[in-house]
């Protein structure tokens, strides 16, 4: 090799390598500005009233340092139960959610039939309209079937919302599958049931831990639903929760933003349990050079 294609070679490494390294210091610091929040609300959730409004940014010290707002939590109100609600919804809705889901992407990307593409568009169309544009019209019905100030009010509006996006993504995934492997399932006498739940939901899980993370935030964190279909003492949600150390003209800080520490203890254990699974589902398909 001639010392022209040698330095060549050498440049070319060396910009893929910049080129790397410049991919990497966005990530991290994107990473650093989505995780600074969480870290303060965490901090700050274990100080005095003075300590969170003189030193927001300092670790607590001897004179800041207070576990009183997760006593507060804890002890007043019924905060565990607004917890218990919102693991509730949450996990129902999900379950919901990647079941008829996953059955509805099955249908439409191995059989063939008139409305199909029709089905399709339906789907588009339920991510392009935000459901909260219908909160009148969903008040309405829950009214006249007697759900307001149940959960299962909310389990049917969350598991509306996020149908169309979990159809989509799933689709388009389960068209990549091979058609082989469920032939050879059909020629061996397995029932259509036995081959969607033994032989494609098995290699659509990475994708499925993708769509149940994307779920789950909006779900967890919602208060506009919670506010308007389930505000009763007993349906209350954990974010609506939070609202009952927030006055007037007090808010009670140590308080709110312990609650809002436990609350974000769900997300971070499934996106732990599920971290594989996700970054799989998200490079699920792309295209390799």
């Given at each position: ?52 409004f ?8 001897p ?60 789907m ?23 759900l ?98 927030i ?6 800080w ?22 594989r699974?996700l ?11």
């Amino acid at each position: 090799m001639s010392t022209v294609d040698t330095t060549r070679a050498r440049r070319g490494r060396m910009g893929r390598i910049g080129t790397a390294a410049g991919v990497h210091a966005v990530l991290l610091g994107y990473t650093l500005i989505a995780i600074f929040p969480v870290l303060i609300v965490v901090m700050n959730s274990f100080k005095n009233r003075r300590g969170i409004f003189t030193e927001p940014l300092a670790l607590p010290g001897p004179e800041t340092f207070s576990a009183e707002g997760y006593a507060t939590v804890l002890t007043e109100g019924n905060f565990l139960l607004y917890y218990g609600n919102s693991l509730i919804v949450t996990v129902v809705s999900l379950f919901l959610i990647l079941l008829l889901g996953a059955m509805a992407a099955h249908a439409l990307s191995e059989y063939r039939f008139k409305l199909n593409a029709l089905l399709s568009i339906y789907m588009i169309l339920g991510i392009m309209v935000p459901i909260r544009l219908g909160t009148v019209a969903i008040l309405q019905l829950m009214v006249d079937l007697n759900l307001v100030n149940t959960l299962i009010s909310l389990i049917l509006v969350y598991t509306a919302q996020g149908l169309p996006i979990a159809v989509f993504i799933l689709t388009e995934f389960m068209r990549t599958l091979s058609r082989d492997i469920k032939d050879c399932a059909r020629v061996d006498g397995l029932s259509e049931y036995r081959i969607f739940f033994e032989v494609v939901v098995p290699l659509i899980r990475p994708v499925l831990a993708t769509v149940a993370v994307f779920s789950m935030i909006p779900i967890w964190n919602d208060l506009w639903f919670p506010l308007i279909l389930a505000s009763s003492d007993a349906t209350k949600t954990v974010t609506l929760g939070v609202q009952q150390f927030i006055g007037q003209y007090t808010v009670n800080w140590s308080a709110v933003l312990a609650s809002l520490s436990i609350a974000i203890l769900p997300v971070l254990v499934l996106y732990a349990i599920f971290s594989r699974q996700l970054i799989s589902g998200i490079t699920a398909g792309a295209v390799k050079g």
